[in-house]
């Protein structure tokens, strides 16, 4: 029996190649993109979920009440960590964590490497397999280092390293280190990258900070104890915290700052180390949304549904012609139950065709998805039994619910009216509308959000951030030099050169380089009788003029020796309220205050989802400068690009020349906005593809129902236009209701999404019309082919069965 409804399944599907072809093809290209997104959903779901202890651990959060509301943040002083492991039960083990780069040097090889200062616990609490050299207690030295097998490579030409030295360069100074252990090289998805671990001890502020609770620098993950929950733990923390911070939350008081609902003002908060990469503090609470990857989720499901539902539409639309083959198996005694498995035997062959088909397309387009939508999935995952299992698990229930749904509806027929060739306008209709309208509304909603997301990026690529992006170059100082020494060189190398109109430097860059980093600095001081916290830059004096950066009051730096004041900008002198700016004078150092020199216009040096701050400049040699800015003639970009580069190897032979424009740093700044964008985009073009093969569907299922009545209108007279009308209306009503339910959800979505950007586009009524008006067009195009066709047919044909 079973053979034989194999054989007939085949035989049927073979023999109308059209309908089998479509199907074939939607649910292939289908699955190959679910599975696809699918991987991207789970990469991004799986940061740090790797380790072995990370039910336990957790990243602290100093959450406080501020005058202006409440506050966020992550790091912490450097006694934070001890003494909480000391006072506070509960902590199992306990890690301060500091990345901060630095020049490696061996022999002829100078390296920028990415450095974590941390404690010696940190390989005990995070799983960073530790490949040779002191498992135990990998850097239970201050002159310990551990490398991972790229960084070991890349310094040292190998890993076999155990015991061998360099040197890092700290505050221009060379200091020897030596390799005890060599780790795995990190995984993508962590975010806890490293290419060298050192002892926090041994970083060059610990010593200055090392008993100061008012220097926060630095990050701290705690592993607890068994049996301890973070949330007993954050209440047992409550006296540790009124007792190091009591004079920081008297000044949050004193400054009129309201307690929360629990009566305090300064806690700490434990985020779970799998909510760490999904967390975000621009609202001043710490906020865990992985709305990306279920968003990248909810598309792969939506192109799978729009699949399904073409399957059912155009199983139906077959069934039509099949009619007579049912009546005629009914008639020799055939049961429902057979006819069931006989025809939902066909969609597990088109299904199982297909999924194979799919699994192939995805492992051969992985790479250029990943090159496309900038993410770092592993082709692994597919052969990884839980993704196996959940991928077989999907296509189960597909074919018994999808394949099932026609299957059940044929067989169903009654003999008599299958024997006529007629079937019978049922419930099943209002399926298919309803199921239409779903697919529609799914395009239409897809496609607004292309054109919402498009609207936002394009507004953030061209907004005036209050500064020249254009013309300016940025590249880190990742020489041997002295920072502020290297600007100068600089300076004198390019001096008369046409191309180069100034250089200058600071200690962050904007937007984000090349070389991946990014920092801000932040400081409080007391201004007459107040709290007070500004951005904290420390700039060349002509950092203002380099970036185009308009002066509205006072004067610029001029020199390096206008080192004891500061340049503020117009929000810091809003924040410090007083009548007459210039005379302020900020108390940044205990003890040394900096007059305020002039203010310049608020620019944007945050990503365009934050509101211009306060921020404050500071020529500091102390402090030194990382990035340096460099503003070329606009008239041959490229050349002085290059010009750029021969200086700087020039200068620094070892290091490698990082440099990019600052329009280039921005459009880095919003990587993920723009791969929302293009998977929506590839979504919408997809759905729209699928819902005109539901479409076709569906026009060949209507015009083989009413292929009679075409031909009797034909007769008396109607005209080609009036019977495509007839034809197309009811399609074109289903897209109308789909816009009309389709539309405010995206409405709200959009309307959500954008609350994320202090600075935005409007939600114009015109994104909502394209997305409708593309939909109708397309819908139109699509159907009007096959009903202009029937339309144009010659009336004899269709009535000579009468």
């Known amino acids: 029996m079973i053979k034989n409804y194999i054989k007939i399944a085949w035989r049927n599907l073979v023999k109308d190649k059209l309908n089998t072809g479509l199907n074939v093809i939607g649910l292939s290209v289908a699955f190959a993109v679910a599975i696809l997104l699918g991987m991207a959903a789970m990469y991004q779901l799986s940061f740090d979920g790797f380790h072995e202890n990370g039910d336990a651990i957790y990243k602290i959060v100093k959450t406080q009440q501020t005058p202006k ?23 199992k083990r306990i890690t301060r964590y500091l990345q901060n780069g630095a020049i490696a040097i061996q022999g002829d090889r100078e390296i920028d490497m990415n450095i974590v200062w941390v404690d010696k616990d940190f390989f005990s609490i995070f799983s960073f397999p530790i490949i040779s050299g002191d498992q135990n207690a990998p850097i239970g030295d201050l002159s310990s280092v551990v490398l991972t097998e790229k960084a070991a490579k890349n310094l040292f030409g190998s890993v076999d390293v155990i015991g061998r030295t360099f040197n890092l360069l700290i505050n221009g100074n060379e200091k020897p280190f030596t390799v005890s252990a060599i780790a795995k090289n990190n995984v993508p998805e962590t975010n806890l990258e490293f290419e060298m671990a050192i002892r926090f001890e041994s970083h060059q502020d610990y010593l200055k900070h090392k008993e100061q609770w008012d220097s926060q620098y630095h990050d701290v993950y705690v592993e607890l104890q068994e049996g301890v929950s973070s949330v007993s733990f954050e209440k047992s923390s409550e006296s540790f915290m009124d007792l190091h911070y009591e004079k920081a939350i008297g000044m949050l008081k004193r400054d009129g700052a309201s307690a929360d609902i629990n009566g305090r003002y300064m806690n700490i908060e434990l985020v779970p180390l799998v909510d760490v990469h999904f967390a975000s503090f621009k609202n001043g609470f710490v906020e865990v949304s992985r709305s990306l990857p279920y968003l990248i ?93 959940g991928l077989l698990g999907i296509v189960i229930l597909i074919t018994i619910f999808v394949g099932g749904y026609p299957a059940l509806l044929m067989s169903r027929l009654g003999t008599i009216q299958s024997l006529k060739g007629k079937l019978e306008s049922t419930g099943s209709n209002n399926v298919r509308d309803v199921l239409m309208v779903f697919q529609f509304g799914i395009a239409i909603l897809l496609i607004t959000g292309t054109l919402v997301l498009w609207g936002q990026i394009d507004y953030m690529r061209n907004k005036d951030l209050g500064y020249d992006k254009e013309q300016v170059v940025s590249f880190p100082l990742n020489g041997k030099r002295n920072s502020n020494d290297a600007v100068e060189l600089l300076r004198a190398e390019l001096k008369g050169n046409p191309d180069i109109i100034s250089i200058s430097g600071a200690d962050n860059n904007l937007g984000l380089g090349i070389d991946g980093s990014r920092s801000s600095s932040k400081i409080g001081f007391e201004f007459e009788g107040r709290a007070v916290t500004t951005n904290f830059l420390v700039v060349d004096h002509e950092f203002v003029h380099t970036l185009g950066i308009d002066l509205v009051l006072g004067r610029n730096f001029e020199s390096a020796s206008d080192s004891l004041v500061v340049v503020i900008n117009e929000s810091m002198a809003k924040e410090l309220g007083v009548e007459d700016v210039l005379s302020a004078q900020l108390e940044i150092e205990d003890g040394v205050y900096f007059p305020v020199l002039g203010v310049v216009k608020d620019y944007n040096f945050n990503d365009l989802d ?46 490698e020349f990082l440099g990019s424009f600052l329009d280039e740093n921005i459009d880095r700044t919003f990587n993920r906005e723009k791969t929302t964008a293009k998977m929506i985009s590839s979504g919408s073009v997809l759905a729209i593809i699928l819902s005109c093969m539901g479409l076709f569907a569906m026009s060949l299922l209507i015009v083989s129902q009413r292929t009679k009545e075409i031909g009797i209108r034909k007769v008396v007279g109607a005209s080609v236009g009036s019977i495509t009308y007839i034809l197309t209306k009811d399609f074109l009503k289903l897209v109308l209701v789909a816009f009309l339910i389709a539309s405010p959800i995206a409405w709200w979505l959009m309307r959500e999404w954008l609350q994320n950007y202090a600075y935005r586009i409007d939600l114009s009524v015109w994104f909502f019309v394209a997305a409708g ?15 202009i066709k029937a339309a144009r047919a010659n009336p004899v044909k269709s009535l000579r069965t009468e």
């Open 610 to 655: 934050r509101a211009i701050e306060p921020i404050t400049f500071l020529i500091s040699r102390e402090w030194g400068i990382t990035y340096a800015y460099a503003k070329v003639s606009p008239n041959n970009m490229a050349n002085s690009f290059e010009t750029l580069e021969k200086t700087w190897k020039k200068l620094e032979p070892n290091a």
């Open 297 to 389: 989720l909810g598309i792969a499901f939506l192109i799978l549904f729009i699949a399904c539902v073409n399957y059912i539409n155009m199983s139906i639309a077959k069934s039509a012609k099949r009619l007579k083959e049912i009546g005629m198996r009914k008639t020799l005694g055939a049961h429902k139950k057979q006819l069931f498995f006989q025809f939902w035997s066909e969609s597990l062959f088109v299904f199982l065709v297909s999924i194979c088909i799919g699994v192939l397309l995805s492992f051969a387009f992985v790479n250029e998805f990943k090159t496309t939508f900038n993410t770092n999935l592993n082709s692994d995952l597919l052969l990884k039994p839980s993704f196996l299992i």
């Open 69 to 91: 509301g409440p506050l966020a943040g992550t790091v912490h002083p450097a006694p934070f960590a001890p003494s909480l492991a000391t006072e506070v039960p509960g902590v």
């Open 773 to 787: 008006t593309i939909a109708v067009l397309i819908a139109i195009l699509t159907i009007g082919t096959r009903t």
